[in-house]
């Protein structure tokens, strides 16, 4: 980017958003129309960082490069003196809806499964290219406009080479780290690229465990049965299911025993070898998903939980099944996912060609 569109920035940082303590140097820069390049968007996050931490950006490139549900990176600033450490910056998607950490028991079993699908292969892609996020948690979950989740904050990830054996240390939060490797946080301690993959799945589940009992403190140090029966309960409590068309809830409810079992297996503590990846977690809750999607009671958008009942403008992915998303909600999803051609839920064939068409000249 050249000198001219630099100065721009500098000078539209007009408005600041305190997203917590730790984000108090972000602010939205406002772009007006007079700027050359069209393709960015109105609003911007504008995040200062060390030029030692500087390499977040590399790793945000690279994820952005492999898939569009992590947060995008429009521009990198580093000010070329890496001995003063200043005025280095880069420009990131606004995701308008915040973290992920403001929703927790607040969306569907369904849409959450949903995300965290696309969230989980994401995560795989990522770990085939020796890429390890490292702290991943609700805060770090990005939510859009249009209602996708997305994985943001690349402070501490590592790219790391499979040759090597041992190659970085333990960072990351300590309440989604597994127990062994809290007392080693901050250390010198060396990990593995099985290690790192281990720490990033666990972290996974327990932040999707998170999303169904909430941040209490307590809820923090639930474990085995008891974790269980929480899950299960919280579940149950906040979705509506239908179950009109079975005799009784057994089907439903060792369903969701099922998932449950499955959300405490992610966060299993003792793994020593690991023998599975984000593409098989992602598999097993795609499988779980589809067989699910009969006992959630239908009229809400799968994609944000919300009622489409009243709504000007729905999208019924007609033709095999009859999921229906609010046209933002699909039209952000299918901007993601842009080699998808069926009914994001339940893949079922449905009429997503047209309804990109419907897009373009809308
Ligand atoms: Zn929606
Ligand atoms: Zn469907």
Not at 136 to 149: A, L, M, R, S, V
Not at 201 to 211: D, E, H, P, V, Y
Not at 289 to 302: N, S, T
Request: with cysteine.
């Amino acid at each position: 980017m050249d000198a001219e569109k630099e100065e721009y920035f500098k000078s539209f940082t007009i408005e600041t958003i305190s997203f917590d303590s730790m984000y108090d140097n972000v602010h939205v820069v406002h772009p007006t129309l007079s700027i050359q390049d069209k393709n960015l968007p109105r609003q911007m996050v504008k995040k200062y960082v060390s030029a030692s931490t500087y390499n977040e950006a590399n790793y945000i490139e690279e994820c952005n490069k492999y898939s569009n549900f992590s947060v995008k990176l429009y521009y990198k600033y580093l000010n070329g003196d890496l001995v003063k450490q200043k005025s280095c910056y880069l420009l990131i998607e606004y995701c308008e809806k915040g973290s992920l950490s403001n929703y927790l028991s607040t969306k569907s079993l369904i849409t959450t499964v949903f995300q965290f699908i696309n969230l989980g292969k994401t995560f795989h892609i990522m770990h085939e290219h020796n890429l390890f996020h490292r702290d991943i948690k609700p805060d770090n979950i990005f939510i859009t406009k249009g209602n996708i989740y997305k994985i943001g904050d690349f402070d501490v990830s590592r790219k790391t080479s499979l040759e090597l054996t041992n190659t970085t240390t333990v960072k990351g939060t300590p309440n989604f780290l597994p127990k062994k490797y809290r007392e080693i946080l901050e250390s010198q301690e060396s990990l593995s690229p099985k290690t790192l993959a281990y720490i990033d799945i666990f972290a996974f589940g327990k932040t999707l465990i998170k999303c169904f009992i909430g941040n209490d403190y307590e809820n923090f140090y639930l474990q085995g049965q008891d974790l269980l029966n929480k899950i299960e309960k919280n579940i149950i409590q906040n979705n509506v299911f239908n179950v009109d068309h079975i005799n009784n809830h057994e089907s439903l409810n060792r369903n969701i025993k099922e998932f449950s079992k499955f959300l405490i297996f992610l966060v299993n503590e003792d793994v020593n070898e690991l023998t599975y990846n984000f593409g098989d977690v992602a598999n097993w809750l795609k499988k779980w998903l589809v067989e699910f999607l009969k006992y959630q009671q239908d009229y809400f958008c799968y994609i944000c939980s919300c009622s489409i009942l009243g709504h000007d403008i729905i999208i019924p992915c007609s033709g095999n099944c009859n999921h229906c998303f609010h046209l933002e909600c699909i039209k952000s999803y299918l901007d993601c996912d842009t080699q998808c051609n069926m009914c994001p839920l339940c893949d079922a064939e449905g009429d997503i060609k047209d309804i990109r068409e419907f897009f373009i000249s809308y």
